[in-house]
């Protein structure tokens, strides 16, 4: 897996590299890219005793999808939040990543104090950069560290049953996928 560190521009700085160890229903409205589900967990912006202390970041409910135009797309390539949720992250071995040989998940690094919404613009621009165009990503919000972490995988993958590996780090988590 390879990480990326990204500062408060978007241009990844260093690269290093490590190991980490969904149903949906999607539906149409006036816009082609728009997207809801219907597994989602509730989000609480409170901690408990068990739960490390942090600076939460802003969370922007409103953004269930990010677009990224190229000038390949200039329609846009569309990402939609099919995940949300507290304390898991999405395995790795998920139907995203189905050749990790020569496609292996990449990991973008952001500052913590970014909101959702902007950190999740970041991570859907550095998957459709990335060589190949990744095409789903976690995002979660890293406590300890005070930082958001993407992980772009290849492949689409709306499949939310894969967000099962608890981190007590991880304070909140959403999953995308991106579509034509």
């Known amino acids: 897996m390879t990480t990326i560190s990204v500062p ?9 590299t490590t190991a980490k160890s969904s149903s949906s229903q999607k539906t149409s409205s006036h816009s082609s890219f728009v997207k809801s589900t219907t597994h989602t967990s509730a989000i609480s912006t409170t901690s ?3 739960t490390p202390s942090c600076v939460a970041p802003v ?3 409103s953004c269930t999808s990010v677009v990224v135009t190229t000038p390949d797309t200039p329609d846009g390539f569309p990402y939609y939040q099919c995940y949300s949720g507290q304390y898991v992250i999405e395995n790795t071995d998920n139907g995203g990543n ?4 020569d496609y292996p998940p990449v990991t973008f690094e952001y500052a913590g104090m970014l909101d959702m919404c902007d950190a999740a613009q970041l991570c ?4 459709q950069a990335t ?5 789903s990503f976690d995002l979660h919000y890293l406590c300890s560290a005070e930082m958001w972490e993407c ?3 290849y492949d689409p993958n709306d499949d939310t049953s894969y967000f099962d590996v608890p981190d007590s780090d991880a304070l909140y988590t959403f999953g995308f996928e991106g579509c034509c």
């Open 48 to 50: 408990s005793v068990a």
């Open 59 to 61: 969370l922007t409910p």
């Open 131 to 135: 060589p190949g165009v990744y095409q």
């Open 98 to 101: 189905d050749d990790p040989t």
């Open 124 to 127: 859907a621009d550095n998957a």
């Open 151 to 153: 992980v772009a995988y």
């Open 8 to 16: 408060k521009s978007t241009a990844p700085s260093t690269t290093k």
